[in-house]
């Protein structure tokens, strides 16, 4: 059945012409910047490796630059999240070509349980809306952690700095709460940047593509919230020395033996997770 469809794929319009038909002209309050090389989505998706039997999710497709390399994998079902009444129309001629083994979905994927969508395994691979980049992936970090099978893995692409600041570091300026808590639940890892000049329009800043593969967590983890809690706690006044931004967790600090006079920065995720404990 897949096999069937690829000629027909590749025999659909230029994603330009779907755009100019459609009047999807991209809008800055979406968060929009369509990506259009196959080069570099056939690139996206080969980072997820073998889709065989997987449902794939993915948001904001737009003309479906992203969604065309990855019906020609060997996925088992694509599902397409888009909140953009002109992108879903775009979206028809492909669906035409994909037959059930694509599903559009009108809506907001701020608001859409990805989890009720379709059965596991599960992977999301997505050119995110940079406008909502960072809910979403607390909002999926925080489903992982209830159910560790929620997803086999996440391919993304946000804005470099928003990258840069989930592989951070200890001890660096990137190093921050979206650093502690997707490598507290998550193996992740920079694959690649893209330049403005990839996209069209062509944001202002680089791009870059973070691979999410989900860890076991102990049985006992704590809590989302938790973590959530003082890992803002502790950010929140990075300046400061943490006898002061977690005061609130000084036993825990004492318990665990830690500087009082080091900063947030200089904590390890670890060492947020065990003083959520």
């Given amino acids: 059945m897949v096999s069937d469809s690829l000629s027909d794929l590749h025999d659909l319009p230029p994603l330009r012409d779907v755009i100019s038909a459609h009047n999807l002209r991209a809008e800055k309050s979406l968060g929009q910047n369509f990506l259009l090389d196959q080069n570099i989505t056939d690139k996206i998706v080969r980072q997820a490796g073998d889709l065989s039997g997987k449902s794939v999710i993915e948001i904001g497709p737009g003309p479906g630059g992203l969604t065309r390399s990855l019906l020609r994998t060997d996925a088992r079902k694509v599902i397409a999240v888009e909140f953009d009444e002109r992108a879903v129309a775009a979206l028809q ?6 037959g059930e083994r694509l599903e559009i979905v009108h809506g ?5 349980n990805l989890l009720d969508l379709c059965d ?55 190093y921050g709460r979206l650093s502690v808590i997707s490598q507290w639940i998550c193996e ?39 973590v959530e809690a003082v890992t803002q706690a502790a950010f929140g006044q990075r300046r400061k020395m ?15 033996g830690l500087d009082s006079q080091k900063r947030a920065e200089n904590l390890s995720p670890a060492d947020f997770i065990k003083l959520a404990i």
């Fill in 93 to 98: 001629d492909l669906k035409e070509v994909a």
């Fill in 120 to 174: 596991g395994p599960r992977v999301i691979a997505a050119n995110l809306p940079y406008n909502i980049a960072t809910p979403l992936l607390l909002g999926w970090l925080k489903q992982i952690r209830a159910d560790d099978g929620a997803y086999e893995q996440m391919i993304l692409m946000f804005q470099k700095e928003v990258a840069e600041r989930i592989v951070g570091q200890v001890g660096t300026k990137a």
């Fill in 242 to 256: 943490i006898r002061s931004s977690l005061k609130d967790y000084a036993e825990n600090l004492k318990k665990l």
């Fill in 188 to 226: 992740t890892k920079k694959l690649f940047d893209l330049p403005p000049s990839a996209f069209t329009p062509p944001p202002k800043v680089k791009s870059a593509i973070v691979r999410f593969v989900p860890k076991v967590l102990p049985e006992d983890a704590p809590e989302f919230g938790a």
């Fill in 108 to 112: 907001d994927a701020l608001k859409t």
